[in-house]
């Protein structure tokens, strides 16, 4: 028994449209707060939305096999395009009981994303709450 070809095609376009909605489901938008374990350098973050201003705080953060500072940096996240790096921060506060304070101005608008650039001594890095606030108001 054969499919009619409208059926076919139906069943073409709702794959086809099915497909492109996870292909552009949207990044997560403004500030947001999570954790980070066993991270190596190289290791990046989710993305978010951005329009001018990020502020970046670790609080609670511990290397494994390595020294206490990491240095991260802020890209931007160009699809089908090498991520321009915006700017690096080294971050040593948040070791003990202190929280590390990154903050990035003048963005350009888009999604964005931090990295790890390097942990201390090419240890693993572990931190208890990572934030990401983008307004600056506050």
């Given at each position: 028994?054969?499919?009619p070809?409208?059926?076919?095609?139906?069943?073409?376009?709702?794959?086809?449209?099915?497909?492109?909605?996870?292909i552009?489901?949207?990044?997560?938008?403004?500030?947001?707060?999570?954790?980070?374990?066993?991270?190596?350098?190289?290791?990046?973050?989710?993305?978010?939305a951005?329009?001018?201003?990020?502020?970046?705080?670790?609080?609670?953060?511990?290397?494994?096999?390595?020294?206490?500072?990491?240095?991260?940096?802020?890209?931007?996240?160009?699809?089908l395009?090498?991520?321009?790096?915006?700017?690096?921060?080294?971050?040593?506060?948040?070791?003990?009981?202190?929280?590390?304070?990154?903050?990035?101005?003048?963005?350009?608008?888009?999604?964005?994303?931090?990295?790890?650039?390097?942990i201390g001594?090419?240890?693993?890095?572990?931190?208890?709450?990572?934030?990401?606030?983008?307004?600056?108001?506050?």
């Amino acid at each position: 028994m054969s499919v009619p070809n409208s059926i076919r095609r139906a069943a073409v376009v709702l794959t086809a449209t099915s497909a492109l909605g996870l292909i552009v489901a949207p990044n997560a938008h403004a500030n947001w707060s999570s954790y980070i374990a066993s991270w190596g350098q190289g290791e990046e973050s989710r993305r978010w939305a951005d329009e001018s201003y990020s502020q970046l705080q670790f609080t609670g953060c511990t290397v494994e096999h390595g020294s206490n500072n990491v240095t991260v940096a802020y890209y931007r996240d160009v699809p089908l395009s090498t991520d321009p790096k915006e700017d690096s921060k080294t971050f040593t506060a948040c070791f003990g009981s202190g929280t590390s304070n990154g903050e990035w101005t003048g963005l350009a608008s888009g999604d964005w994303y931090f990295r790890a650039e390097s942990i201390g001594g090419g240890g693993l890095l572990n931190v208890t709450t990572v934030s990401v606030d983008t307004t600056q108001a506050d």
